[in-house]
């Protein structure tokens, strides 16, 4: 029995150890859902409401007076606990850029993910392919040519590139590994220049901090330096107690200061 009891804790402690060095356990970590419905909404200032709408569709009614439900704009990698993965939120950010930003109708956008599931073989088009918009239309760039995806692929000319897809930090396979989420309200008057000067100094990056917003080549939390901000430590005090530069502790407390007014 003794023997048998030593196998089962030797067996636990590899078991622990390697989960020690992968608590991913070899899967993806940009798969697995990490995020509830109100962090995503919180970290990408997107109301709960529009993003049920967008990962699960919402009822409407025909001119039958029955009832029909929109198909999903995303498919949301949902787990016991949690509703999204960190794709899902790269596909969220990308679309409340052309909700947003970019004002496109929800038939174009709708138009253009279906053409490139169909017609491309794209599953995340959202976050597989390199899309621009000129307000109107959506295009992707597909073996060298400008394709019209949300008028049944088109070839057309490239026109404006969204703000929103420079957020996001790419691996070498062009598969998004990391995003830098708005960290200021915008003002409607002068949004777009907002959107070029926002700084990159926030991060999400499902291999730091369980993907968490963190400072950006830290894991310093965003969440943590707010808390301790708000209890009375100067940002003085948090940059020379993270190491960091004080520019990016005032920038993780607009962050989450931005988060709680959204």
């Known amino acids: 029995m003794l023997e048998n009891h030593s196998r089962g804790c030797h067996r636990h402690v590899s078991v622990t150890r390697q989960t020690d060095r992968d608590p991913y356990r070899g899967r993806d970590p940009r798969t697995i859902p990490a995020y509830p419905l109100a962090d995503a ?18 009822p409407y009614a025909t001119k039958t007076a029955g009832r029909r439900r929109t198909a999903p704009l995303i498919e949301a990698e949902a787990g016991a606990s949690y509703d999204f993965s960190f794709f899902n939120l790269i596909e969220l950010h990308v679309l409340a850029g052309l909700r947003r930003e970019h004002h496109l109708q929800m038939p ?15 599953p995340r088009p959202l976050i597989d392919e390199q899309m621009e918009t000129d307000g109107v ?4 760039t597909k073996l060298g040519a400008l394709i019209n995806a949300s008028r049944s692929g088109q070839l057309a000319l490239k026109r404006v590139l969204q703000e929103h897809l420079k957020r996001i930090d790419r691996d070498a396979h062009g598969i998004a590994e990391r995003l830098f ?11 777009a220049a ?8 926030v991060a999400i990056d499902p291999a730091v901090a369980f993907g968490r917003p963190v400072i950006a080549g830290s894991r310093v939390p965003t969440a943590e330096v707010f808390e301790r901000f708000i209890a009375g430590e100067s940002p003085e005090m948090l940059a020379a107690d993270f190491g960091r530069r004080v520019e990016e502790v005032y920038e993780a407390i607009r962050c989450e200061k931005y988060a709680v007014a959204a």
């Open 194 to 201: 907002q959107l070029t000067s926002q700084p990159r100094v």
């Open 108 to 122: 174009t956008i709708r138009r253009a993910i279906d053409y490139l599931r169909r017609e491309i073989g794209s």
């Open 41 to 58: 909404a919180r970290y990408l200032h997107i109301p709960e409401r529009t993003i049920q709408n967008w990962a699960y569709g919402y």
């Open 181 to 191: 989420p708005f960290t200021r309200p915008r003002v409607a008057s002068r949004e």
């Open 137 to 140: 239309d959506i295009f992707v």
